[in-house]
């Protein structure tokens, strides 16, 4: 196939299965309806973008009921707390400065901003979650984000100082629409903040459970850089975060209005020097995907030979991922357990696990958990430590497959 970004030839290096779409929680008696598409990863010879093969259409994964709550951890809060905060102190400081962010999910980012009576737009497509972050003071545009809604923001509120996304800006195949959007919105200084998954943690710890249909691009520093040359904007800035296994931060500005950070070459140089956008590199990766399936399919078929209870602990979209990719069904695990009332009394895609409150958990505890939300797992744990106190372990499959 051809690259998104480039028009370069894209290699496929790792072939998950036709899958469902990720965060399409459904009833039980609705199952039967989930179209499945290929799941298949390649990078672009040219630019090196990492990126699915195949597309699925928008309105299929970010519909009304899209489940997703990213306020559903208190790391997410703290994060998106403390990522307003510096914000405000660092780039709204204007008379009367104006952020619009791409994907705002329930306002856990925009809530702080809102709070700080900082003019402010998140532009949202699923109508659920948007609805909650205006019920909690944010104002919201039920839309996609991409060049058409830039402008007609633009019309009604002017120039933006900053336009920020997390874990959004990869889900967008039109990036060069995106990009032309934060073009049109942003003002001579202003700069484009996002947050995304970093194909070098994806690689680096077998995360290959981050690979699902609504991530189309797996970001690295190289691609980043490109990705701005080629649409007018500089990447200026470069930073870890601690969610979903460990992120990066990418900032974006005009060509020349800022100083690059020594952090920019810096994580360049790292990629040169670990080959992160090498063939040989993703296709070890491909191979260690494959190892973590055979390990954790036995795994769970040895405990269940040995009757012991297992069960699975959050359903993220990464959940849909792994059962599929490993054909886990209700037969190896009974049912996960989840915080968010939107999946509960609903079954993972594709595997049709059903999916229940975390109270399920204790009634009475199973004798392994199998952590899907790992990115979560000082929270899970300290919360239910009561379970590992009476003998209970978890069962974790990154990097690779353990029982703790
Ligand atoms: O990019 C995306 C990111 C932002 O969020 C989206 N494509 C979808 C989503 O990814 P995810 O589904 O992998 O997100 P999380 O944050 O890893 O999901 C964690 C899951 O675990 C949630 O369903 C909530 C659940 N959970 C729980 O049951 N008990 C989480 C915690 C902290 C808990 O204590
Ligand atoms: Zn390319």
């Known amino acids: 196939m051809d690259c998104r970004i480039c028009g370069g030839t894209v290699t496929e290096f790792l072939d998950l299965g036709r899958q469902p779409s990720a965060n399409r929680f459904v009833p039980p008696g609705r199952a039967a309806e989930e179209p499945l598409f290929p799941l298949a990863v390649g990078a672009c010879g040219g630019c090196t973008m990492v990126q699915l093969t195949t597309e699925v259409p928008r309105e299929l994964k970010y519909h009304d009921e899209y489940p997703y709550r990213a306020s559903g951890s208190a790391l997410h809060r703290e994060h998106f ?38 003019r402010h737009l998140g532009v949202d497509p699923a109508a659920e979650v948007a609805a909650l972050a205006a019920a909690r003071g944010v104002r919201v545009l039920t839309d996609w984000f991409e060049a058409r ?28 629409s995106v990009l032309a959007g934060v073009d049109t919105l942003l003002t001579a200084d202003g700069v484009f903040v996002f947050e995304e998954p970093y194909l070098g943690t994806i690689v680096e710890r077998t995360a290959f459970d981050q690979i699902y249909d609504e991530h189309v691009f797996y970001f690295t520093v ?11 904007f500089e990447l200026v800035d470069v930073a870890p975060t601690p969610l979903h296994g460990g992120e990066l931060r990418y900032t974006l500005a005009r060509p020349g209005r800022r100083r690059p950070s020594p952090a920019v070459e810096q994580w360049l140089d790292r ?31 040895r405990l269940a030979a040995e009757g012991r209870r297992v069960v699975g602990y959050g359903a993220p979209g990464k959940s849909t991922t792994v059962t599929n990719y490993c054909g886990i069904g209700p037969a190896l695990l009974p049912f996960i357990c989840d915080s968010t009332p939107a999946k509960q009394g609903r079954v993972v895609p594709g595997a049709r696990i059903p999916i229940a409150p975390p109270e399920a958990f204790r009634a009475p505890y199973p004798d392994f958990a199998l ?23 978890w069962i974790v499959y990154v990097p690779r497959v353990q029982v703790l």
Do not use: Q
């Open 271 to 301: 990629e040169r020097a670990t080959g992160l956008a090498h063939p040989r590199t993703v296709e070890r990766f491909a191979e260690a995907v494959r190892r973590v399936r055979t390990d954790l399919v036995a795994t769970l078929e």
């Open 149 to 176: 809604t830039a402008a007609a923001v633009r019309a009604v509120h002017g120039p933006a100082d900053v336009v920020f996304g997390a874990n959004t800006i990869c889900h967008l195949p039109y990036l060069g």
């Open 222 to 232: 190289r691609s980043v850089r490109e990705l701005a040359r080629r649409f007018g």
């Open 81 to 118: 707390a403390r990522a307003a905060r510096d914000l405000l102190r660092t780039e709204l400081t204007g008379p009367d400065p104006f952020v619009v962010e791409v994907g705002c999910n329930d306002g856990v980012m925009l809530g702080t901003i809102a709070d700080a009576g900082v």
């Open 371 to 393: 952590l899907f939300a790992w990115n979560h797992a000082e929270e899970i744990m300290a919360k239910e430590r009561d379970f590992a106190e009476r003998g209970g372990r």
